[in-house]
């Protein structure tokens, strides 16, 4: 009976940070951190290649406008905060050369510098928001560090996946900012991490709350149109780095939709990365 609870542990579902702090994950991908305006976008799964490129001055201002039709409530401003990582996003994949990333993971993206894994897109959707929380633009929230589920027992269905977060400063909810199943551009979900990518319901341990608590999300109908993409790539050198042990744990690519996929979708049929 011993042994088949240890199995049971071993194999089962769970939920965790990535990391008291968000330096402790950039720490163990050796990941840059921003630096000011310049953001070193990881690619080539796990971080492996950094470029390096600098939001301009006119497009911070852009991302204030955005974020500042959200300033009403701390959804209103998740909504906004969507919209704005898309654009940075966009901006950044654009010039760096990872905006023609295949949503997912596949074999063949491992080490190729213009592809990116769920490691990847969460470290730099993470590095977006500490751009704008560096100039203030959140007012309901704060950027939090890597979250991260798995449950070995679906396979690659379970793999595991990581999302940055933010944190809504009122209520202390998590909510996790995940674009990996979507194209360069798209606005990421922003759900709350008991709902994310595997429903906590569904997990053995390492879940605080049941997602039962939460109250049903609205759906978003919002049309999202195609970013235009400016900014400038720092222009100094960018070397690719050695290959790390975390890297290249890859799966089947899955196709991604066009609108931004619910959290039961992707508990039920999307595929995960590491």
């Known amino acids: 009976m011993f042994a088949a609870a240890f199995v049971a542990v071993c194999v089962g579902g769970c939920a965790y940070s990535g990391g008291k702090t ?58 906004a905060a969507r919209k704005a990582i898309a654009m940075m996003g966009a901006r950044a994949d654009k010039a760096v050369g990872t905006d023609k990333d295949r949503p997912g993971d596949d074999m063949l993206g491992n080490g190729d510098p213009g592809q990116m894994d769920c490691v990847d897109v969460a470290t730099n959707l993470t590095s977006y928001m500490m751009v704008m929380e560096r100039h203030k633009l959140f007012k309901h929230h704060t950027v939090g560090p890597m979250f ?38 798209k606005p990421p979900e922003i759900v709350e991490v008991e709902r994310w990518y595997i429903d906590n319901d569904d997990l053995l341990f390492g879940a605080k709350a049941t997602t039962s608590s939460l109250k049903p999300q609205p759906a978003d109908n919002t049309k999202q149109g195609d970013p235009i993409v400016t900014g400038s790539i720092d222009k100094k050198a960018t070397k690719a780095k050695e290959p790390i042990a975390e890297a290249g744990n890859a799966k089947p690519k899955t196709k991604a939709s066009s609108t931004t996929p619910t959290a039961a979708a992707k508990a039920t049929s999307a595929t995960s990365s590491q």
């Not at 305006?37 to 796990?46: H, P």
């Not at 679906?154 to 979507?182: C, P």
């Open 148 to 185: 991260i589920k798995e449950d070995l027992r679906r396979g690659f269905d379970g793999w595991t996946h990581y999302a940055g977060t933010m944190i809504e400063n009122g209520s202390g909810q998590k909510f996790a900012v995940d674009g990996w199943l979507l194209a360069s551009g």
């Open 22 to 79: 968000i330096d402790a994950h950039f720490s163990r991908y050796k990941a840059r951190l921003p630096e000011g305006n310049r953001v070193f976008v990881c690619s080539a799964y796990g971080c492996r290649t950094q470029t390096p490129f600098r939001f301009e001055p006119a497009d911070i201002e852009e991302v204030r406008t955005v974020m500042a039709k959200g300033a009403a409530s701390p959804a209103a401003e998740r909504e």
